[in-house]
């Protein structure tokens, strides 16, 4: 991978945050090199720095304004070397996640698929046949925004929200696709569902998603999902996380 990559603007966001801003287009290739980014602040080990979080195209990167300033901070930043990353593309994890397609476990399968112009079966092929790359996480906890899906497939969110998705819920809109983790009102196409937990708040990390791993959806029966437990969540996860 190569970019011409500019230096990222820095402003900030009140008194203990900086945003590093890359530009306003959406790409995978920039994307990675944010991921990328964010690795090499973390490797710098700058004192004052708590936490540097990816979006899609910029870095929100939270500090103690007692142990730095934002200057200070700032001039940090800029002397890091940055030259080796715009060639270098990071392997994150692939993780597997099982899905029911259709039926109550997702109830707009078939309106997607006449709307697309394609069976249901053909928009769950295409759907899991591909490897989407995690741009970040967002919206409620570990809500992983995913692409980029197909453009067959490529639907703009519902007019009417629903009140209610279910936990687990695995949902596609615009060339995107995402899980919800927990319970929530939400605007995107329910295709199918996981009964894999990706988010629990009492473990450590909380979620099972990372900005810059990837997913790969697997097809199950409902009758899979009504016999899934711990045991079958452990053996999933032991086979199927690379």
Not at 30 to 54: D, E
Not at 152 to 172: D, F, M, Q
Request: hydrophobic content about 35%; charged content about 20%; proline content about 6%.
């Amino acid at each position: 991978m190569r970019l011409s990559m500019e230096g990222p603007a820095y402003l900030p966001l009140g008194d203990q945050v900086l945003l590093l801003q890359f530009g306003q287009e959406v790409s995978m290739e920039l994307n990675l090199y944010i991921h990328q980014y964010v690795q090499a602040i973390q490797a710098a080990r700058i004192k004052g720095i708590q936490q540097a979080v990816a979006s899609f195209c910029s870095i929100s990167i939270s500090y103690d304004p007692i142990l730095i300033r934002y200057q200070h901070l700032v001039n940090a930043l800029q002397q890091m070397d940055t030259t080796k990353l715009v060639s270098v593309s990071p392997k994150g994890r692939v993780l597997h996640i099982p899905v029911v397609y259709g039926g109550e476990y997702g109830q707009d399968l078939d309106y997607v698929a006449d709307t697309v112009g394609l069976s249901p079966d053909e928009v769950v092929r295409i759907h899991s046949d591909e490897t989407y790359l995690i741009y970040m996480l967002g919206f409620i906890a570990s809500f992983p925004y995913c692409g980029d899906m197909d453009s067959r497939l490529s639907l703009p969110r519902r007019t009417n929200p629903r009140v209610k998705v279910e936990k687990g819920s695995i949902a596609i809109a615009n060339r995107q696709t995402s899980i919800y983790p927990v319970s929530s009102p939400g605007g995107w196409h329910i295709i199918g569902r996981t009964p894999l937990n990706t988010f629990d708040p009492y473990s450590n990390p909380p979620s099972l998603f990372r900005a810059g791993d990837y997913i790969k959806f697997e097809a199950i029966t409902a009758s899979d999902a009504e016999n899934w437990n711990e045991l079958t969540r452990k053996e999933w996860t032991e086979q199927w996380q690379e």
